[in-house]
Every structure is written in structure tokens, then in C-alpha cells.
């Protein structure tokens, strides 16, 4: 059984700053790309950055130059470093991971529980 939890979401005023953190846990083989997704009210999910196990970031527009996206592959967990938050980021933010699990064959896309991030203006 494979988990991920996360943490650090919150309420900050516009332009301040949170750190998200995403925790796999269970019986992991090996771990590939793993990233953040967000989704406001009445809004679809959008993928907000990946990384891949190699290191390689990929960020949406919106954050580009305000979020980092970072991972220890020792510890299984992949970060999220927000600054200059907006109201508009407002939104669950998800952890997913494409892991591969003991005595599967195939990596599978797993997902967190969602953390709330309320920016105030």
C-alpha cells in the first residue's frame, strides 16, 4: 500500500510565502516524476510543477519565477516552495507521484489528500 501525505498549507496574506511538503510512504520500488496540481472553486485541476526523479522542473506559467519545486529521493518527498503568493493561488493543492510499487510491474500515478492554500488580500 502506497501513501502520500501532505502538509504545510495554510492561510498568508498576499505576498507572503508557504512551503508545501509530500511524503510517499509504503512498500516503494522506485519513484518517477512527482509534482503539484491545484484546484480553485469551480475551476478544473491544473498541474502547477513536476519534477522528474532526474532533477527536471517544469512549472506552469502562472508561477514561473514564484514557486520551486525541489525533492529528497532519500526521504520520498517532494516540496513545494511558494513566494510572492497571490489570492488567485488560492486552492487545494495536490501531491501526485508516479510510483511503482513492490510486486507490481507497472509505476501507477497516486494522489494526496489535498492541502488547503488561502491567500487574503
Known amino acids: 500500500q502506497v501513501q502520500l501525505v501532505e502538509s504545510g498549507g495554510g492561510l498568508v496574506q498576499a505576498g507572503g510565502s508557504l512551503r508545501l511538503s509530500c511524503a510517499a510512504s509504503?512498500?516503494?520500488?522506485?519513484?518517477?516524476?512527482m509534482g503539484w496540481y491545484r484546484q480553485a472553486p469551480g475551476k478544473q485541476r491544473e498541474l502547477v510543477a513536476v519534477?522528474?526523479?532526474?532533477?527536471?522542473?517544469k512549472y506552469v506559467d502562472s508561477v514561473k519565477g514564484r514557486f520551486t519545486i525541489s525533492r529528497d529521493n532519500a526521504k520520498n518527498t517532494v516540496y513545494l516552495q511558494m513566494f510572492s503568493l497571490k489570492p488567485e493561488d488560492t486552492a487545494v493543492y495536490y501531491c501526485?507521484?508516479?510510483?511503482?510499487?513492490?510486486?507490481?510491474?507497472?509505476?501507477?500515478?497516486?494522489w494526496g489528500q489535498g492541502t488547503q492554500v488561502t491567500v487574503s488580500s
Open positions: 519534477i522528474t526523479s532526474g532533477g527536471r522542473t
Open positions: 501526485n507521484a508516479n510510483i511503482r510499487a513492490a510486486l507490481t510491474i507497472y509505476a501507477q500515478d497516486y
Open positions: 509504503g512498500s516503494i520500488v522506485s519513484i518517477n516524476a
